[in-house]
């Protein structure tokens, strides 16, 4: 009789043993064996159930999903920070949001600042100090960007004008194309020069050490003409009625008058880029 009720306690143990396994056990011998099993047979088959019963445990899944719950609570508190922050400039006072967003001039690997401007107009050329100080210290997540604004005749020559220095720069035959950008405001603003001509503007590229080969060449590109449709288009997106005007990722429309000044313009943009910086 003992042995009959050794041997059921040792099939009970080997069944729990395997109920905590994937896959379902294969069938057991139920056969009884007519000779009782030594103290060290019982003890090797009592820790050998112990030891399957404890591998069970360790690949419970539950175990396996601790970290990535975790992960999701830090996510959600980041999200609820963004959502919580106070900001100082207000949307419909200092800054507009465009409705859809609108495409930029560079990828989405960073955060477009885009001046919308004009050589002719004499806000743009009293912005250039600050928004070029302001440029000097951007984070390296932000690309700031020109589109000159083509309104007339005269804005589509002066823009032509601004690619050529663009591409001049890319191509080393302009050597400094800030100092050129400044040459070209003073000689409208300062010296009276409308820049109304092919020809006036060639010598004034001239005077910086461009060829005439060279701006002709550029002049007439492929390149100069494409950017002008580019900007052409992004001026229609961005509704631009009035220079000197910023887009920021095409999302934010603003310009002096709504910040308050051109000081408070840099703020303005500096703080969107920041709402940008937290999607």
């Known amino acids: 009789m003992k042995r009959i009720i050794w041997i059921s306690t040792l099939a009970s143990l080997a069944l729990l043993a395997a109920c905590g396994k994937e896959e379902a056990a294969p069938a057991t011998d139920t056969s009884v064996s007519t000779t009782e099993p030594s103290a060290d047979a019982v003890a090797e088959a009592v820790e050998d159930t112990a030891t399957e019963t404890e591998s069970t445990v360790v690949v419970e899944e539950s175990a396996a999903e601790v970290e990535p719950a975790a992960e999701s609570i830090v996510l959600a ?3 609820d920070d963004a959502a919580t922050r106070t900001w100082k400039f207000k949307e419909g006072t200092h800054f507009t949001r465009l409705v859809p967003t ?12 885009a001046e919308i401007f004009m050589y002719s107009c004499p806000h743009c050329y009293d912005l250039e100090a600050h928004i070029n100080k302001w440029s ?5 997540n932000v690309r700031f960007v020109r589109i000159p604004a083509v309104f007339n005749q005269a804005a589509q020559l002066h823009a032509q004008l601004y690619y050529t220095e663009v591409f001049l720069a890319k191509t080393g035959a302009l050597k400094d194309e800030n100092a050129f950008r400044d040459m070209v405001f003073e000689e409208f603003h300062r010296k009276g020069n409308r820049l109304t001509s092919q020809a006036a503007i060639q010598r004034v590229f ?8 060279d701006f002709n060449r550029t002049w007439n590109s492929f390149e100069v003409n494409q950017a002008m449709r580019v900007a052409a288009d992004l001026a229609r997106r961005y509704n631009v009625t009035s220079v000197p005007m910023v887009i920021v990722n095409g999302k934010y429309r603003t310009d002096t008058a709504s910040a308050g000044g051109y000081p408070k313009l840099m703020e303005v943009i500096d703080e969107l880029t920041a709402r940008e910086g937290l999607r």
């Open 77 to 79: 508190l980041a999200e």
């Open 102 to 113: 609108q495409p930029t001039v560079g990828g989405a690997d960073k955060i477009e600042v």
């Open 136 to 140: 000097e210290t951007i984070s390296p």
């Open 206 to 213: 001239a005077r910086a050490g461009v060829s005439e080969e």
